[in-house]
């Protein structure tokens, strides 16, 4: 079995609110069709779970793993299953860089294995795993081109719009979005009004991008400057900034 995983850009990320140290966000998520990574599950014969790939991290660390061991307490099958394949993930997607490409893994390894050994898991029962191992997770699992995301990104509606295709760069810079995050906390909280948000989430994802300028758009992007100030060398005009970096991205007019 092989399917491809995208990556995510964030249209817009807004914090709306505090939830415990967690941040409650409400974004638009869209995938990047030009952008996505290759897993695979391969026939052989192994004594342990094996991931073949070249990754910034150790098996034990890796989302899929994580997401792994949380399918094989549900049914032996799992474990069962990965005796006899193994899982091989050709990455393109660049770590730590704002475009989910761990949560992305997790999911659809999670969608291939719900498939392979018959979990018969429905997609909200997978996104509520999901979301343990990581924010956007839940994003991945409904296989939506387009959502608003909120909560802390557990709950996912599918936004109808032409899907849209970008252009990314991912400057060498890792943000650690933990850092970003509090950065935000203690010097740029600011909690998004009511109005405004309708108004984001009604809108189109084209649209919010020739209204709103990258501050607007995302608000890490000022706490990502203060930890990260040469992120501030591609802050060019119509190139925007994705979760909590260190990536951006431009439309690709069709
Ligand atoms: C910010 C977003 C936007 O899409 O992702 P990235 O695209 O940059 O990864 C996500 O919300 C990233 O969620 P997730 O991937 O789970 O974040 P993690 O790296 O596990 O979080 C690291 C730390 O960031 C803070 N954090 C994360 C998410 C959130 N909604 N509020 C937070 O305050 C917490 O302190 C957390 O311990
Ligand atoms: N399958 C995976 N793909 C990418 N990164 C992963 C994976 N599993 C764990 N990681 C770790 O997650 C961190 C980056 O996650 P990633 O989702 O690529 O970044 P971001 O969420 O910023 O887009 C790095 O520490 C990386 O080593």
């Not at 659809?108 to 029962?125: A, G, T, Y």
């Not at 997770?137 to 939506?144: H, K, R, T």
Request: glycine letters at 6%.
């Amino acid at each position: 079995m092989v399917r491809r995983s995208f990556a995510k850009v964030n249209i817009f990320l807004k914090i709306a609110g505090k939830r415990g140290d967690y941040h409650e966000i409400v974004s638009r998520f869209a995938i990047v069709p030009s952008l996505y990574d290759i897993i695979s599950f391969d026939e052989g014969i192994f004594s342990d779970f094996t991931l073949v790939g070249n990754f910034g991290c150790e098996t034990k660390k890796n989302t899929i793993y994580k997401a792994y061991l949380k399918l094989k307490e549900l049914s032996s099958e799992v474990e069962e299953y990965f005796k006899k394949h193994c899982v091989i993930v050709d990455k393109t997607i660049p770590e730590f860089a704002g475009l989910g490409g761990g949560s992305s893994n997790a999911a659809i390894f999670m969608l291939m294995v719900n498939e392979v050994c018959s979990l018969n898991l429905s997609k909200d029962e997978l996104a509520k795993i999901g979301v343990q191992i990581g924010a956007d997770v839940p994003f991945f699992i409904y296989e939506y081109n387009s959502a608003n995301v909120t909560g802390i990104g557990e709950i996912v509606e599918k936004f109808d719009e032409e899907p849209l295709d970008f252009e990314v760069i991912t400057p060498k810079i890792e943000c650690n979005t933990g850092k970003i995050f509090t950065s935000f906390r203690k010097n740029h909280y600011k909690e998004l009004d009511n109005k405004l948000k309708e108004k984001l989430l009604n809108m189109k994802s084209k649209d919010i991008l020739l209204n709103y300028n990258i501050y607007e758009a995302n608000d890490l992007f000022e706490s990502s400057l203060d930890s990260y100030p040469e992120l501030n060398e591609y802050n060019k005009k119509d190139w925007f900034f994705s979760g909590s970096g260190s990536s951006f991205f431009k439309v690709i007019d069709e």
